[in-house]
């Protein structure tokens, strides 16, 4: 699947049985990757699904300015992926899939993180978390701001809302920060409120209704005034673009790996490294150590320490988380 720094692999299951991997290269100005095997999943026998991941195609992401985007196969021998450009096989192409990257004329992204495909409708959708180094003569339709600080998320129709296709359609559906500040350039739509803003998206998860939950990391006194959490975004009609705070992580904490149980009657979070920090914040005003920590979350008792956990999260009375 190739040598970078891989933040996450979302897999979903194509028309034909393929599986395909959805992966973002966790660094600013590199690339939004897809995996296709070419063997096809086999529900029945779980032998046949094991050496799945032996044999495929790594392809990267064009993002053109006409909202098209195409994803091209990185393959040893095709285009300039050969012995003259210091490549010996595909194995060298794969080791160096950042500069095979480079000279297929992919683009340049701001920091990939998680992708997540809606196995409901075909979209697959993006987590850019932001680029400060961004200058204005860099930017362009996939990043369309300089010195991005609070990052954006781009949806990308598949053609046919086949994944293993290697054309779609994009656009951006949210620029992150807040839509009160006109210099940011947010693009929440006007339903979503003071609390219903954020920057820095990072991971992600797709509910049975198809709405998007996003994780940020990042997010701090000095940058949003607030600490990361979990939003939950619309997608479709009216409400597209709207968002709504769902979870907050304890001062310190990044949120990670959102998951929902097949029922969405349970929301699963994993909050990471609270307290880490805490000089910044009003209130502690002083770094955060061990003997001294700026919270002593989820226990919150003198004789315990501070501690990251994965968190369950239920509706009172039961039922879906929303609807």
């Not at 907050?248 to 990471?272: H, K, N, W, Y």
Request: proline residues 6%; contains cysteine; charged residues 25%.
């Amino acid at each position: 699947m190739g040598r970078f720094k891989h933040e996450g692999a979302e897999s979903i299951v194509a028309e034909d049985g393929r599986v395909v991997f959805y992966l973002g290269d966790d660094e600013r100005f590199d690339y939004v990757y897809k995996f296709v095997t070419a063997g096809k999943f086999n529900p029945n026998d779980l032998a046949a699904n094991m050496d799945l991941l032996d044999d495929g195609t790594l392809h990267v992401a064009k993002f053109a300015e006409d909202g098209s985007v195409e994803w091209m196969p990185i393959v040893f021998g095709q285009g300039p992926l050969t012995a003259e450009n210091g490549f010996a096989s595909q194995a060298d192409v794969l080791i160096e899939t950042r500069r095979a990257a480079d000279l297929l004329g992919a683009t340049k992204m701001d920091r990939p993180e998680d992708i997540q495909p809606n196995a409901g409708n075909g979209k697959v959708y993006v987590m850019l978390t932001n680029n400060s180094k961004r200058k204005a003569d860099q930017v362009d339709a996939a990043n369309p701001r300089a010195e991005n600080a609070f990052g954006h998320i781009i949806e990308i129709v598949e053609d046919g809302g086949d994944f293993a296709a290697t054309k779609g359609k994009w656009e951006v559906l949210l620029k992150c920060g807040d839509p009160s500040v006109a210099d940011v350039g947010a693009t929440f739509s006007t339903a979503t409120t003071a609390n219903g803003w954020f920057g820095m998206p990072d991971n992600c998860a797709v509910d049975s209704a198809g709405r998007l939950w996003v994780a940020t990391d990042g997010q701090g006194p000095k940058a949003t005034g607030r600490t990361d959490g979990l939003w939950a975004v619309d997608t479709e009609g009216a409400a597209r673009a709207t968002s709504k705070l769902f979870f907050r992580v304890p001062i310190g904490a990044e949120m990670c790996g959102p998951l929902f149980s097949p029922d969405d009657q349970t929301a699963f979070v994993a909050v990471q490294h609270p307290a880490d920090g805490g000089d910044d914040w009003e209130g502690f005003g002083r770094p955060s150590y061990y003997e001294d920590p700026s919270t002593r979350w989820p226990d919150f008792k003198p004789d315990m320490p501070v501690r990251p956990a994965v968190v369950a999260i239920t509706k009172q009375g039961g039922g879906k988380i929303a609807v």
